[in-house]
């Protein structure tokens, strides 16, 4: 009688639960009640098996509909409405009917509403602009404004309002869009990323100037925070413009923007300066020597004769230096503004407060840390910042996978940075202290070595170690993964990386 | 396949897994086994116990043993389970989890005497 009862209970559940455990469920029913006789057992038992069924039906049920619901949305396509079946019973041809009737009766309700709304939807937009434009003033002119500019005047102008609407609308869409149609040859790349975006916040026009239909130069500033970047944009005078060239650096703060025209002298000038600074601190002086003879020939054959914009007359130098050297570390930077007097070097405390701002805004360049399945740690770094800033960061990022049997370090957007934070990250990886490259500057003859150091309750030393590496992959982060390959500390999967060993920073008048 | 919730680790699930560290069981085995373990203190129902089976060898932390190696002919009609290498680590990660959290229970001066 009571294997009945319960027999009948069962038959509450799923039916996927009662296809996989019903027996089972029924034969530990048989047992139990075989070992536990007597008033006080029993009685115990059906408490046991009703606070059971009471706890476990519901359950069962939760999770049926999870799993079907997931599969489904698994399945689909993004966008496309489907229907999911939530029971797992076969569907009644009344439900099917019912389902019918309501879905005929929405579409036509539907149709009948977008009928009559039309005229009142298609007004929106036009009231949304005003109001934008209504609360912009004074001489920073939003992006809302630019767009309800209309046209813009100059190709330049056209490419570089598109850019800002895409960027600032923040839909990766929108950004793929404006690079396929305006910047087929990815000049733009690294300012078109969503990450950027984020990171910003979007742009805001402080200034634009186009001097020539093809040409803009423009200042802006972050949304998010109260870095300004100066740049310039060159098209090409396309039917559909196309960009050039893009250019865009960051002012430091309370830097006063210098107007400069390039000329003749002006540009030997930069380029002699260019040569001294190579020869004296570049750390071969063979290749630096090299680079000198392909600058000095570039400019007799007058291949530099054209360029009259800085910023640009700075990249096609880079890039000719860069042609011989193949040192991805290799820039010749344009700063067309005047620090303030008696500025130190190194950061001031403003511009630190800033980067810790930053840095604390973005976790640290740590996009994502999780454990995955069949235990294994997983962090993606897009950059190893200040070890002062973000050491206690990485020590609770590096905790959190104390249990971890592998660990992957996916370096894939990692431009590099601080040297230390590398030798930090690295120290996770070694139970002793372990030499792992140096830093020797030429010009002081002096070597800087980099070891790890042992730290205390670490439970990653031989564990299994990965590095993802791909194209984009530079600097510091390549040292990581050059480092961990040639202690053979770590599997290097990926792409060979950018190229950029040599650190090397000086300052031209 | 999506994930039943065995993140964290429920309680009946973890007593299943330290009930077959031992042996191999059947699901009476392992409600037996589980009871005494705890003292009489969790008796698993048969739809908790089989939902957490179920989930436990959907993540592949335990396994069914084919019932010919069972010995007895009353034991070859039913499903006798075993533990997986991955259910023993989550096991021991879970004890290891608990060992801290009884660790900083005791710095507290939360637990009295010297039983633990």
């Given at each position: 009688m009571s294997e009945k009862v319960y027999a009948w209970l069962l038959s509450f559940f799923p039916a996927h639960f009662r296809e996989a455990y019903g027996k089972e469920a029924l034969q530990l029913f048989r047992d139990r009640w075989r070992g536990e006789r007597g008033l006080f057992l029993r009685l115990r038992l059906w408490g046991d098996l009703l606070a059971d069924l009471a706890i476990s039906i519901p359950r069962e049920y939760c999770f049926a509909r999870a799993r079907l619901g997931g599969e489904c949305a698994g399945s689909q396509f993004a966008a496309i409405p489907g229907f999911h079946v939530l029971r797992d019973d076969r569907i009644h041809p009344t439900s099917l009917l019912v389902g019918s009737v309501l879905a005929a009766a929405a579409l036509g309700g539907l149709a009948v509403l977008s009928s009559v709304g039309t005229g009142r939807l298609g007004e929106a937009p036009s009231v949304a602009l005003k109001r934008s434009v209504d609360s912009s003033h004074g001489p920073v002119r939003t992006v809302a404004l630019s767009q309800g500019r209309g046209v813009p005047d100059t190709p330049a102008e056209k490419v570089f309002n598109a850019w800002l609407l895409a960027f600032n609308s923040g839909s990766p869409s929108a950004m793929q869009s404006f690079s396929k149609l305006y910047d087929p040859r990815e000049k733009m790349s690294r300012f078109v990323t969503p990450r950027f975006r984020t990171e910003t916040g979007g742009f805001e026009v402080l200034s634009e100037t186009s001097p020539e239909p093809t040409f803009i130069h423009f200042c802006i500033k972050e949304m998010k925070g109260p870095t300004r970047g100066l740049g310039s944009m060159r098209v090409n005078p396309t039917p559909i413009p196309t960009v050039a060239m893009f250019n865009m650096d960051e002012i430091p703060r309370g830097a006063v923007i210098t107007e400069i025209k390039l000329n003749a002298a002006e540009r030997h000038r930069i380029i002699e300066g260019s040569i001294a600074n190579l020869n004296e601190y570049y750390v071969s002086p063979k290749v630096a020597q090299q680079i000198a003879n392909a600058l000095t020939a570039h400019e007799k054959n007058g291949d530099d004769n054209a360029e009259t914009d800085g910023g640009f007359f700075a990249e096609m130098l880079t890039a000719q230096m860069q042609a011989v050297s193949h040192d991805g570390h290799l820039h010749l930077v344009y700063k067309p503004y005047k620090t303030p007097e008696g500025a130190s070097v190194g950061p001031s405390p403003e511009e630190r407060a800033h980067y810790m701002e930053a840095m604390k805004r973005n976790s640290c360049s740590f996009e994502e840390v999780r454990v995955l399945p069949h235990n294994v740690g997983y962090l993606k770094l897009n950059a190893f910042p200040d070890v002062d800033v973000c050491r206690s960061k990485v020590e609770d990022v590096m905790k959190s996978f104390r249990h971890a049997d592998a660990i992957i370090f996916d370096l894939r957007d990692n431009r590099g940075g601080d040297p230390h934070m590398v030798t930090l990250m690295c120290s996770y990886l070694f139970h002793h202290r372990t030499h792992l490259n140096d830093i020797y500057d030429r010009h002081e003859n002096a070597t800087e070595e980099f070891w790890t150091t042992p730290i205390r309750s670490n439970t990653l030393a031989d564990k299994p170690a990965y590095v993802l590496t791909s194209s984009?992959?530079?600097s510091g982060a390549e040292e990581f993964s050059n480092d961990l390959k040639n202690l053979k500390r770590a599997t290097l999967i990926g792409e060979t990386t950018a190229g950029g060993a040599y650190i090397w920073c000086r300052n031209a008048a | 396949m999506p994930k039943r919730k065995l993140d964290p680790l429920p309680p009946a699930a973890f007593q299943i897994l330290l009930s077959l560290a031992g042996e191999d069981l059947h699901g009476y085995g392992i409600m037996r086994q589980v009871a005494h373990q705890t003292g009489g203190r969790m008796r698993l129902g048969p739809g908790t116990l089989y939902s957490s089976i179920q989930s436990l060898l959907e993540e592949k932390l335990i396994e069914e043993i084919n019932p010919?190696?069972?010995?007895?002919a009353e034991q070859d009609r039913r499903r006798v389970y075993r533990l997986s290498a991955a259910g023993r680590k989550l096991a021991r990660n879970e004890a290891e989890r608990l060992a801290d959290l009884l660790r900083v229970a005791r710095a507290k001066n939360i637990l009295r005497g010297d039983y633990v």
């Open positions: 984009n992959t530079f | 010919n190696d069972a010995k007895d």
